[in-house]
């Protein structure tokens, strides 16, 4: 069997293929919903009210995309420069345990001078957690995708080692977790009244800056022309060590805003439980958005609210949580299938 | 300095060596035999939790130790054939099928878990492996307890090694296999299928992948807990790399893994364990993995064909 590329694909094969994948996708869903007992569209339909279905829905939904538009901007970023960033969750820690650190007490300034100086922290936080394996790929050779993934375990017992030691809250009745945020670390609501808060909105600035930079700017083009062919970039005179390390920066520091955004904007204060892998999850929505910056956005939204949903389905119909798992998994290898199909056909030889 | 001495003479810290091992070096010859091929499997992870759950759940619903381990191997083949249709033939990024793999095989397990057990808190237990001591090995003095009385499963992984090598190095199968991975051009002169060797490759080595997680629930622990595998399959990814690509030396470097990981068991609960934070002791073999990276970084000898999907007919 072999690919052949097609010259002119025509609508049909770019529309059709994508949404078989999203068909198949819920036909899994339909098979693991069948599984547990549970009727198909009941379920569909619970998911979908659960994440869309009231404004506390909505801004629910919302609320979880924030940190999944930051850790998707950060892989996106790397992966178009082929930089494997596995280590999101890692940086995310970096950037939260950061505004524990400055936000606790410890800076006592007006929100208007301490906020930025706190958000710009978390993202060097996380950018230089990054930076490490990126450098160790430059300087030694050493693959980034296993580094990466193994500074996301490290980092987590640092943080468990830090709560449970010089950041563990006096008042916390022996819990491992840091002190709560003092009001003015706080980001502050979009809208007075509603949970939704302003991560929310840096999450979007977040994305244009990023959009502005792959599309607008020298380095952008040099990040792309990296990631296509290495040694072409090389031979173009692109300086390919120094572009792969400031990606890095860019991207580690997108995933320690994301670790600043949920702490300063909805928890208040670090735990070992801050997130339920949104550095991995990220990996997902950068894929589905094709690593573009406002399809980031579009797919954080829509992982999100399949997570929200499929939590308000579960304790209403009873089908274990971990369909959502599955059913955004199905959907990244269905997806990825379908968008190679739109360009290319599977012949015998 | 006495208690390291009292840690290295004793008899059930060599076991514990060698219990650590073990896992590890059916998941290491996992990817060793997929990344030889020239397909780097990142679905390790999910897979040895599949295999984990797969083993232990037709234990408990009945099954044979025996044929658990069968069945483990089987879901794991199969994660394989997912995998391996997506990369090999379709040419998709070895990283992104290798990463959904992981997620799907592990919310797979974990969905089926909660269905077969919906309420439950605490696990069942199954009826595990049992020490198998070899008559008159196993009494020799620090040696035999440590080698010759583990469980059949241990025996197996060592097993494993030793036929994943002649397989690798003195059989026609092998040296295909390995040209998959190293120039595969070559491979499809002779007349063979380059798919066929890599989709092969990557369905065994996921079904060894899928055995050492079973080993986590049928042999080392008699129950399946949920993050039980904890980046075990990382750090055999990482086994392979400083291993060379070559089952002998990772399977030294494991067991040098596996020593440090028993030896900082053992060093929590000495004084020196009771300064020092906990978390310290579980980062160590973690950061032992990313130095045993840059130690080899230098002198790996990475499969030519490594990630390089392969299309006939281009050069």
Request: proline share 5%; glycine share 10%; aromatic share 10%.
């Amino acid at each position: 069997m072999r690919l052949e590329p097609i010259a002119a694909p025509g609508l049909a094969r770019t529309l059709g293929f994508p949404a078989l994948a999203i068909l198949a996708t819920f036909a899994v869903g339909a098979g693991l919903a069948l599984a547990a007992g549970a009727e198909p569209f009941s379920v569909f339909g619970l998911i979908l009210q659960g994440a869309a279905g009231s404004r506390f829905a909505i801004l629910e939904t919302l609320n979880r995309a924030t940190p999944l538009i930051f850790t998707g901007l950060a892989v996106a970023v790397a992966f178009r420069a082929r930089l494997w960033n596995i280590g999101a969750e890692a940086q995310l820690y970096a950037g939260a345990t950061i505004t524990v650190v400055l936000g606790t007490g410890l800076l006592l300034w007006p929100a208007a001078a301490l906020l930025p100086v706190i958000a710009a922290a978390a993202a060097l936080a996380g950018a230089l957690v990054l930076l490490v394996p990126a450098l160790l790929k430059t300087k030694l050779g050493v693959d980034e995708v296993v580094t990466t993934l193994l500074f996301n375990f490290v980092m987590l017992l640092f943080v468990s080692m830090l709560l449970e030691g010089p950041l563990k809250d006096p008042m916390g009745m022996g819990w491992p977790q840091s002190a709560r945020l003092i009001p003015e670390a706080r980001l502050p609501r979009i809208v007075e009244g509603l949970r939704l808060h302003w991560g929310f909105g840096l999450g979007l600035i977040a994305a244009a800056v990023v959009w502005v930079i792959q599309t607008r700017t020298t380095l952008g083009y040099a990040m792309r022309a990296v990631g296509e062919n290495r040694q072409a970039a090389e031979f173009a005179g692109i300086p390919v060590t120094r572009v792969i390390l400031i990606t890095a920066l860019i991207s580690g520091g997108l995933a320690g805003l994301a670790g600043f955004s949920e702490v300063a904007g909805l928890r208040g204060n670090l735990t070992t439980t801050l997130s339920p892998g949104f550095g991995y999850t990220g990996i997902i929505v950068a894929m589905l958005a094709l690593l573009h910056p406002f399809g980031v956005v579009a797919a954080a939204v829509f992982v999100a609210g399949i997570f929200v949903g499929a939590d308000s389905m579960s304790r209403a119909a009873g089908v274990p949580t971990y369909i959502a798992d599955m059913l955004v998994a199905t959907a990244l290898l269905a997806m990825v299938l379908a968008i190679l199909l739109t360009r290319f056909r599977l012949r015998r030889s | 300095m006495t208690e390291v001495v009292d840690i290295l003479v004793s008899a059930s810290f060599w076991a514990a060596v060698i219990r650590i091992a073990s896992p590890l070096l059916f998941a290491t010859m996992g990817e060793l035999i997929c990344e030889r091929a020239g397909v780097l499997n990142l679905g390790i992870e999910g897979i040895m939790v599949a295999g984990a759950f797969a083993g232990w759940m037709a234990v408990w619903s009945g099954a044979g130790l025996w044929t658990g381990v069968a069945i483990a191997f089987g879901a794991g083949a199969l994660f394989g054939l997912l995998h391996a249709t997506l990369t090999v033939p379709f040419g998709l990024s070895q990283h992104v099928v290798g990463l959904g793999v992981t997620l799907l095989a592990t919310s797979a397990s974990y969905y089926a878990y909660r269905l077969a057990l919906p309420q439950v808190t605490t696990p069942p237990r199954i009826e595990a492996f049992q020490p198998l001591p070899i008559p008159g090995l196993a009494d020799i003095p620090i040696l035999g307890p440590a080698l010759f009385a583990q469980t059949a499963m241990t025996y197996l992984a060592f097993a494993t090694v030793a036929v994943v090598a002649l397989v690798l190095w003195r059989t026609p199968l092998g040296l295909a296999l390995r040209a998959a991975g190293e120039n595969p051009a070559a491979v499809a002169a002779q007349g063979l299928s380059v798919t066929g060797i890599r989709m092969g490759a990557v369905m065994v080595g996921s079904g060894l992948m899928a055995v050492g997680g079973a080993f986590l629930t049928m042999s080392a622990f008699d129950s399946f807990f949920f993050e039980m595998v904890n980046g075990r399959g990382w750090v055999c990814i990482a086994l392979v790399v400083f291993g060379a690509w070559r089952p002998g030396k990772a399977a030294l470097g494991t067991l040098l893994f596996a020593f440090f990981d028993a030896f900082q068991i053992r060093l929590q609960q000495t004084a020196l364990g009771a300064d020092v934070p906990y978390q310290i002791f579980l980062m160590l073999p973690f950061l032992l993995s990313i130095l045993a990276l840059i130690v080899m970084s230098r002198r790996a000898e990475v499969p030519a064909a490594l990630m390089v999907p392969w299309r006939k007919g281009e050069r």
